[in-house]
């Protein structure tokens, strides 16, 4: 069966004056079918949005996709042309950015950024659009600030929208950036909620990028962990919740289960430890701070490799 979303070997860098900074590391992981949702946990710096970019085919120079693939129902995202793209980032996969106000005009009311993508997209009318775009706005809460303006709504409001833009024209895939990260924890909640109801009632599938692993609970079926622009785990988010395969999941779920506030702790630690290899081929990533390493980790990069039924690990522990 072919799958809705696949992404292989994956590797994205950004050009730092004479220097190049690998933001994403050979990353592979699909999306096989309707109703699947992923959540991918990654610390803030460490590849979150450069990921979603790269789904959408928006990366731009001083970022450059450097190897793999992305292929979406076997046709590859990244050879479309202008016009395939154009239906693709709508029609098919939309994005929900994590700050509202940079997704949406100063000078546009609510509604109108809706009308605007429906009728870029259909033949609809002015009038129909308006129709669509008012049905959708009372699904997530806001048809009352419907000829509103950004400036006037809450942060809350704001996500909202942005929200119902990435599903006004009823996408098979759903990438949400952290969606919730900029708003207070009542409201974060709020947000989730309707993301939650949106999904199951359109039957859509999920990629959630966060750096807090517990807002994922009852939000997605699957989680991937990703370490320094590599994913070092991947398998059904109760089992890696429960029983972590990689020592750096182990040590993320038993510290604070946010990855920056884990960051933070590492970066205290003993600054003469280098957090990144040199170069492909000198060994494990998170080699320095593990307490199962032994010599193979300083010398051998780890493959991501099934170890059980649906969990994935990148530690010679398991080869």
Not at 48 to 57: F, I
Not at 81 to 110: D, G, I
Request: hydrophobic share 40%; proline share 4%; with cysteine.
């Amino acid at each position: 069966m072919t799958e809705l979303l696949k992404v292989d070997d994956l590797s994205v860098q950004y050009k730092v004056g004479h220097s190049a900074k690998l933001a994403l590391d050979r990353v592979s992981f699909d999306i096989p079918s309707a109703g699947y949702s992923l959540g991918l946990v990654v610390e803030s710096g460490s590849g979150k949005t450069t990921l979603g970019m790269s789904v959408m085919s928006l990366i731009e120079p001083p970022g450059k996709i450097v190897t793999g693939t992305i292929q979406y129902q076997a046709k590859d995202v990244l050879a479309m042309t202008k016009s395939e793209l154009r239906r693709y980032r709508w029609e098919e996969v939309a994005m929900v950015y994590q700050s509202a106000m940079n997704s949406l005009s100063p000078v546009k009311s609510v509604s109108g950024h809706l009308v605007e993508v429906i009728r870029e997209h259909s033949g609809a009318s002015k009038n129909e659009a308006r129709e669509q775009a008012l049905r959708l706005l009372g699904q997530v809460g806001i048809e009352d600030r419907a000829d509103g303006f950004p400036h006037e709504l809450s942060g809350g409001m704001r996500q909202r929208v942005v929200i119902a833009m990435a599903l006004v024209l009823s996408p098979n895939l759903l990438i949400a950036d952290e969606p919730s990260s900029a708003l207070d924890v009542v409201v974060q909640r709020q947000i989730l909620a309707l993301l939650k109801d949106q999904i199951k009632k359109r039957g859509l599938s999920l990629l959630f990028i966060t750096h807090e692993i517990a807002i994922l609970s009852g939000l997605v079926d699957h989680v991937a962990v990703m370490y320094q622009g590599e994913i070092v785990e991947r398998g059904p988010f109760a089992k890696v919740l429960f029983e972590p395969l990689h020592p750096y999941t182990e040590m993320l779920l038993g510290s604070i289960l946010t990855l920056d506030s884990v960051r933070e702790i590492l970066d205290t630690q003993d600054h003469s430890l280098e957090l990144r290899r040199p170069a492909q081929g000198q060994g494990c990533k998170y080699a320095n701070r593990c307490k199962y390493v032994f010599a193979r980790c300083r010398t051998e990069d780890p493959k991501l490799i099934e170890v059980e039924r649906e969990r994935f690990a990148a530690c010679h522990k398991y080869s």
